[in-house]
């Protein structure tokens, strides 16, 4: 008697099939491991400076400053790093930098092992803040000159086809590292205290190695104008086309009155809900929690149409969690992070997507640099705004006042705008 037949198995649905289909490139799975390596220390070290900083100083003040210390080289360095990612290598650049940072972040952990910076109990020196910062600009230069060069190198490691799909996994493995780090760093700074949690970006983002090579020959001699020159020839690009500028825009209004709700946190952790460095930990990682929520979402929904429409939703969706912050209890504060965490990061990797299928290959680089300014350029303003305002004005009124800005700014764009939706 012959056996009986077994039925193949049906296929997987088209769209889990095509959720993660930018690892099938060997070299950007590579790149995705290494990257969420570095991502994870970095947020580690993000949880315990945060907490450093408020400890030596007590001031919302100095947490602004920390974070305009960190993001204000994008200011002048970014625009460079695009043209520098358009002409020369990006994979060796990234090796570069990030090499630098983690070994910023140990010297960071070793001051505070040897106890060179004192912050504990009547030891404490609030002048010894000074060393965190410039550590801290140092970290904030190679971020700014590397960045472009991380955005852009995605399309070289999938192609168009891909690019979607990759956009999205690679904010989904930023957002899973921004929920795991914050819980290594809860668990190491109660175990070994500061030092612990403070050295761990030295992983740097070794799988980079497993990027090609991109400085092919048209890319090293072509085009021998200045550096200046091609920085004006991007602006002339975007200026011409509006629906790039409009994503840049709404990028721009977020990264200045929505980076407050992270640069705060700090504060609402300790002085509003009375919680210590595992409050601010869990703060954290339920806002990595929800980003990640979102980024996956992307990544499952794929190339969808309307992206535009999506945005529009995340700006409103982030400006209304945001104002609520301001007012809520502990309890009602969890969930709310969740969804301004969701919600932020799907504005981003929407802005990101249509960026990178809008513009030309050679201007990508350049492009993508200036969408990096959009919110690098404007945190610093936004983080020393916000954290002086707070030690004013308390920082639920800030929080809150910031979600009303983009409210009504989204109702301006959405009102005048319609072809966003179509996007």
């Known amino acids: 008697m012959a056996a009986p037949r077994t039925q193949p198995e049906p296929p997987p649905p088209a769209r889990a099939r095509g959720m993660f289909r930018a690892l099938k490139h060997r070299n950007f799975r590579l790149f995705l491991a290494g990257a969420f390596l570095s991502n994870a220390g ?40 695009g043209v520098i990612a358009d002409k020369l290598d990006r994979k060796r650049l990234l090796i570069y930098t990030q090499a630098l940072c983690g070994l ?45 060069s991380y955005q852009a ?6 192609g168009r086809e891909d690019v979607a799909n990759a956009v999205a996994l690679n904010s989904s493995q930023f957002q899973l590292a921004r929920v795991v780090g914050p819980l ?3 668990v190491t700074m109660s175990l070994l205290g500061m030092t612990g949690a403070g050295g761990d970006e030295a992983e740097a983002r070794a799988a980079d190695a497993g990027a090609p090579a991109v400085a092919e ?61 595992a409050g601010l930990s869990l ?46 209890s502990p309890a009602a504060a969890v969930p709310l992070l969740f969804v301004t965490g ?20 050679e201007m990508r680089g350049r492009v993508m640099s200036m969408w990096i300014l959009t919110f690098i350029g404007t945190m610093p303003v936004g983080s020393v705004l916000s954290g002086a305002a707070s030690d004013r004005f308390g920082p639920r009124p800030v929080l809150s006042a910031c979600g009303i800005v983009i409210l009504v700014f989204g109702l301006a764009v959405a009102s005048r705008n319609p072809s966003l939706r179509e996007m």
Request: overall charge positive.
């Open 42 to 81: 970095t947020w580690m070290q993000t949880v315990a400076q945060s907490w450093l900083v408020l400890q030596l100083t007590d001031s919302g003040t100095w947490l602004g400053v920390d974070t305009f210390v960190a993001t204000a080289p994008g200011l002048a360095l970014t625009l460079v790093g």
């Open 104 to 148: 910023s972040a140990l010297v960071l952990a070793f001051l505070i092992w040897a106890e060179v910076i004192q912050w504990k109990g009547e030891a404490r020196r609030p002048s010894d803040v000074w060393m965190v910062l410039v550590l801290t600009f140092v970290t904030g230069c190679c971020w700014a000159l590397s960045g472009p």
């Open 153 to 158: 190198i995605t399309f070289d490691l999938v």
């Open 184 to 186: 290594l760093a809860a």
């Open 217 to 277: 020959a048209s890319k090293t001699v072509a085009g021998r104008r200045s550096m200046w020159g091609d920085v004006v020839e991007a602006f002339g690009y975007v200026r011409g086309r509006p629906r790039v500028r409009v994503v840049l825009l709404c990028s721009t209004v977020v990264g200045l009155f929505g980076a407050p709700y992270l640069v705060l946190m700090p504060l609402f952790a300790r002085n509003v809900y009375g919680w210590d460095e």
């Open 283 to 328: 703060m954290m990682g339920t806002a990595g929690a929800g980003a990640l929520v979102g980024a996956l979402t992307l990544a499952y929904l794929g190339d969808l149409r309307r992206k535009g429409l999506l945005l529009l939703g995340s700006l409103f969706s982030a400006g209304a969690c945001i104002t609520a912050l301001g007012a809520a």
């Open 342 to 361: 969701m919600s932020v990061v799907c504005l981003f990797a929407l802005g990101n997507t249509l960026l990178q299928q809008l513009v030309r290959d």
